[in-house]
């Protein structure tokens, strides 16, 4: 048997390391094969510089940027495999910098031959299913190397991410806007906005963590303009909330309560498209950023393809965790030692979770859905088993610490339900921390004042 993976990001990974865990077991693997574009591993979370196209003419994946730190505490997206202590050597702080976040989810999977498997700077291009063999074909492109082949497999995981392909709504006027127009895909940190009054179009995280980022780099004024709802946050002096731009004049923009007010730039932070140009339109998922896409059994295996496994296609409370339990779903369905029911049983299983979705009325909701959804995976198979519902306490109270004061929010420590430490007290306060580099994240105090006072 040959299992291929598009992806080594977050999730991708999470599928080789489930495989290997069997390994280690004494369990015979199938032959895996992964297919990552970049030249490295860990998706989003492989910051890149460039915007527009890679160095190959690729798009870009990557949609991080400078100075960005975790949104939530790292102790709701811990690994139960691989613990923050066992991979620092001693506590933490509750919200690291990206590069921290990087150098944890590499350091698990560097310690296994995992790499061997993968293909870098090779893209999927397209997808085609035999009906008589029962096996995709893939077509790949070796970019570095300028060349195309295909392989064959008997199980495809799509791990593509779905946080990429950015969603450009027009606007009236928008084209005659003088200043810089992007969206938050291409946006690479605060420095050329500090002392600008910036637009962001959007009402959700990247509106929230761009705007507050900006504000803290010295942005003259950040406007956030929803459509559904506000966040409604306590926004410090300098940022405002406003309904709908509904024209630009220029350099002005116009918004629903008739107010106006003029701007040097405009961020579109208005989401991402589930995007999947390699496969065939029947093949595909249409939906919009959710927490269960409907095509899904149990979130993951496609209904009408069961061949065809797709990870981390939900919109994320839980993250790394929640791509090990699809992974280990995943991997125990492609070896058999999880029986899929009939295809009537998988339709009504799907239509009870889209129900329970349909009636989410709060955040709270979102996260008791996704917790339930993510401990069925976990009762499921192997994956070492973690305190869930714990997790789900340290969301509500997250949550309720944003509201309380989303400039410091990052600054509160939670107790890890993998090893029961408490998060360490970051060196700096997060309003205070400019420096978003690991070596700076990791020095202690006495380190930083001697290097402030050099
Ligand atoms: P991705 O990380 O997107 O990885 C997908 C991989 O597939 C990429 O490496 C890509 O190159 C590859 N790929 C795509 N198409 C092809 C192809 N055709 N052929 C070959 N390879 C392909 N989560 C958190 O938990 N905490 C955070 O603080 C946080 N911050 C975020 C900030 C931003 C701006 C964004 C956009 C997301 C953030 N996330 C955060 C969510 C993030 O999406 C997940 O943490 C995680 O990266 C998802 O993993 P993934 O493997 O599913 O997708
Ligand atoms: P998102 O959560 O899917 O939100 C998209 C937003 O765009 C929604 O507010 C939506 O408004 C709005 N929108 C869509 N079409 C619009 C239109 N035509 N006009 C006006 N508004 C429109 O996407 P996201 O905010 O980019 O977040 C994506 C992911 O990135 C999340 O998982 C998030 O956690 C992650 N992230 C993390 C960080 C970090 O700090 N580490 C930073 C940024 C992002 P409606 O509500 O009206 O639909
Ligand atoms: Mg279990």
Known sequence: MRIGIIGAGPSGLAQLRAFESAQRAGVNIPEIVCFEKQSNWGGMWNYTWRTGLDEFGEPIHGSMYR?????GPKECLEFSDYSFDEHFGRPISSYPPREVLFDYIQGRIEKSNARDFIRFNTAARWVSFDEDTQQFTVVLDDRANDRTYTEVFDYL?????????????HFKGIEDFPGTIKHAHDFRGADPYIGRDLLLIGGSYSAE?????CHKYGTKSVTLSYRSQPMGFDWPKGMEEKPLVTHFEGDVAHFSDGTSKRFDDVILCTGYQHNFPFLPSEYRLENNNCLYPDKLYKGVVFNEQPRLIFLGMQDQYFTFNMFDAQAWFARDVMMGTIALPEKAERDKDIAKWLAKQDAIETPNDDVDFQTA?????????????????KVAELFKSWLQDKEEDILRYRDKC???VVTGTKAAEHHTEWMAALDDSMECYLSDEEELKKQKAS
């Open 67 to 71: 100075y960005l730190w975790s949104n």
């Open 209 to 213: 963590d761009i705007g507050v980022q």
């Open 373 to 389: 959804y993510t401990r069925e995976l976990v009762d499921s198979t192997d994956y070492p088993d973690f305190n869930l519902e």
């Open 414 to 416: 939670y107790t890890s």
């Open 157 to 169: 995981v799509v791990a593509s991410g779905h946080f990429s392909v950015p969603n450009m709504p």
